[in-house]
């Protein structure tokens, strides 16, 4: 008998950020792995943050823990935004939240940053193979990276003010001084993510968890532009995921000229709007508020339902919170929507 080209595994999620038609939804959470999760606090216990994120057999054993203990359908890999900005030599500890020993100020600190190429983060390769290996073929695997203007924040207020306000007074200050460092941090992280796909991640999302502090002018000018800049760069058979923390009609309008193959929504905005505001050829990831998973059961439920409702069955869809989870949410919530995703992805192939 003559068997045809082996057939990649159809994996749900690599089929939703292609806009194919499916009688299921994926589902995956940003944060996956972490402090929610009893098996990470225990590697937690014993390992520092950045050495699980550079070690190949410890990334690879928390990349995993989410898909091994509630079947997701993509994996994400264990790391963190701020790692590029480590290689370009700024000091930066987790305590756990990021905290940098210096601070980009004005134009004539940029020459500070000293990007080396991908070579200087030696780890990359290892650890995706490793955490591929662990998967074994069972779901896809994320590669990520921060989007310039939110790495451009974390340099410039280092956590100062809530609304990236000293960032914000930079650009206003000196718009082409930003756009130069805006241009660095984007060559660098188009020299990450193809090093993250070269190495065998099979899709790619950019953090933009600041941009949305922009208003829409400035949100197209320089965090999508620089975002569409990256995003460009990626080969077309990488699948693309842009997130911003984005909540007006008008940041969502800006997103629109953004090269990515699915769109990640905010928690705060209308899913159907959002897709009315991009266009039917545009995929979405979200947008659970990531506060009902903390709520009764029957919360969870009834807010993921809700969700799945509103998007009503349409293709290029991909659940998921409208940002990461909290280290509070019962591990029993988690289970409880991916079984309610589940039992919808079901009901519509019965109807299929
Ligand atoms: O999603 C995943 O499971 C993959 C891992 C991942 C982490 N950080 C692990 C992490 C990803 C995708 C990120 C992205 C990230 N990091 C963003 C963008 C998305 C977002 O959440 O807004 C940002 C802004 C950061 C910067 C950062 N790193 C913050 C604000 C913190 C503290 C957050 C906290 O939970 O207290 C970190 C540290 C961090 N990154 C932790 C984890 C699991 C906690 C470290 C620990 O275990 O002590």
Known sequence: ???????????????????????????????????????YRAVREKHGFLDICRTPELCAEVTAQPI??????????????????????VPIEFDPGPKLGSRITGRRDIASLE???????????????????RL????????????????????????????VALTRSFLARDEAGFA????????????????QIAAGVDAVMLFDTQAG??????????????????????????PTIYFALASSNGQLDAMRAIHADVIGLDYRVSLSQARAILGSARCVQGNLDPAALVGPPEQVVSRAEAVL???????????????GIYPDTPVENVALLVETVRRHRNAARRIV
């Open 1 to 39: 008998m003559t068997q045809g080209p082996s057939l990649a595994p159809a994996y749900s999620f690599l089929r939703a950020c292609r806009n194919e038609p499916i009688g299921e939804t994926p589902i995956w959470i940003m944060r996956q792995a972490g402090r929610y999760l009893p098996e």
């Open 68 to 89: 091994e203990r509630f079947g997701f359908d993509a994996a994400i890999l264990f790391s963190d935004i701020l790692i590029p900005l480590i290689a370009m030599g």
């Open 115 to 133: 990007w080396r190429g991908a070579a200087s983060l030696p780890h990359v390769r290892p650890v995706i193979r490793a955490a591929r290996e």
């Open 136 to 163: 074994a073929g069972r779901v896809p695997l994320i590669g990520f990276a921060g989007a310039p203007f939110t790495l451009a924040c974390y340099l410039v207020d280092a956590g100062a003010s809530k609304d």
């Open 180 to 195: 130069e460092l805006l241009d660095v941090l984007a060559g660098a992280t188009i020299e990450y993510l193809k090093e």
């Open 213 to 238: 502090w922009l208003p829409p002018g400035d949100f197209a000018r320089a965090a999508a532009a620089s975002a569409d800049r990256v995003l460009r760069s990626v080969p077309k058979s990488t």
């Open 309 to 323: 409702r509103e998007n009503g069955g349409r293709p290029g869809f991909i659940f998921n919170l409208g940002h």
